[in-house]
């Protein structure tokens, strides 16, 4: 493990909290972050909204995002299973547990994931969400890895926490529907970015997320400004831009 990359994580993570607070950009640094430091493919993060039905807040690519959506939309899956239990779980070989997530375990395959470690967003008896962890590869995560992984969940549910105290918001549900609002106009700027410029939304969301960050502006503002068509983002033209893949779409509900 990187330690240079462990100790500016957790920098990063703090000082976010003292220079000003965009929780979308702070979760999609988290799940990033939680892929280049630890053995893991993929990461994603659920977060509970006001009525306490998780939602997508964050995922470190495509696949993954889609495959948190498939477990919501199936009430099915150790993540879930994270979240309402308020524990650790952790999934070795998921094609050996297919009776136990009859839909969730096929998914997951076809998606190119083998295994997963699922960590619940918890302070004391308060569960917020969950970060997951995904590999390709089956096998048992590291002890080190896990560790690491709760530590950078349990950061992310201080912060969130913090912020709303530092807001002197009545409840945290205020904020984290304000995430989930977000995340909504985020992925809209996502797909028309990405049918603009011929990228897939994994690079799409790159170059939205920097442009932010250059501009210095929340990530959610600009993405809203670029919805709207008050920010045409015209010096985005990414070299050697690959043509945009048709991305899976997550299968629907029998009935809907």
Known sequence: MDGKLLSDTFVELTDTMVVGFDVIDFMHMLTNRSVQLLDVSAAGLLLADPRGELRVVAASSEAARLLELFQIQNDEGPCLECFRSGQPVQVADLTALAHRWPQFAPAAGRAGFRAVQALPMRLREQVIGALNLFRTAPGTFDTADIRVGQA????????????????????????????????????????????????????????????????????????????????????????GAQPRPAAPRPPRRPGS
């Open 152 to 239: 950078l969940a349990d950061v992310a549910t201080i912060s969130l926490l913090q912020e709303r105290n530092m807001r002197h918001s009545d409840t945290l549900n205020e904020q984290l529907q304000t995430a989930l609002n977000s995340r909504v106009i985020i992925e809209q700027a996502k797909g028309k970015l990405a049918e603009r410029l011929g990228v897939d939304m994994d690079q799409a969301f790159s170059l939205l997320r920097e442009s932010a960050r250059t501009s210095n502006r929340r990530l959610s503002d600009l993405a809203q400004a670029f919805v709207d068509g008050t920010d045409a983002l015209a010096g985005l033209n990414p070299a």
